[in-house]
């Protein structure tokens, strides 16, 4: 998480300016009625949850942090970035691979997975789902 939120940062100081949280959670609803998108609920993650739930969370814990920290934040590129972040459409346990495999393999995956459902508009949000 704290590289999504890196690279959504532009201004480390709120500068009385405040985040458009509608414009964020908009984002996220618009992304989450994808069919595609909505297969994450079909994978486990972190045992008692699924991608798409543990995503959303993830969505929202970040944007609470930037807030809490004073954080100029860009919607679309924290939105984006922590929602699709673990967009790997694949079964961990069934995959057959290692915790470091899927660890080191995931990550690609997701924006491969992403580039293809929406584009990924810009190098930040590619780089915010790379690198978490």
Request: glycine share 6%; aromatic share 10%; hydrophobic share 35%.
């Amino acid at each position: 998480m704290k590289f999504i939120i890196a690279e959504a940062v532009y201004i480390l100081y709120n500068d009385g300016m405040v985040n458009d949280k509608e414009k964020y959670l908009n984002i996220i609803k618009e992304l989450v009625k994808d069919p595609k998108i909505r297969q994450m609920q079909n994978y486990s993650q972190h045992g008692s949850s699924n991608s798409l739930k543990h995503s959303v969370q993830v969505a929202k814990e970040s944007f609470r942090l930037a807030e809490k920290l004073h954080l100029r934040i860009d919607e679309e590129v924290l939105a984006v970035g922590a929602l699709l972040h673990d967009y790997y459409l694949y079964d961990i346990q069934e995959s057959g691979y290692s915790d470091y495999k899927h660890g080191t393999k995931h990550p690609g995956t997701a924006l491969e997975n992403s580039w293809k459902r929406v584009g990924c508009r810009t190098d930040k949000v590619r780089r915010s789902i790379f690198c978490h």
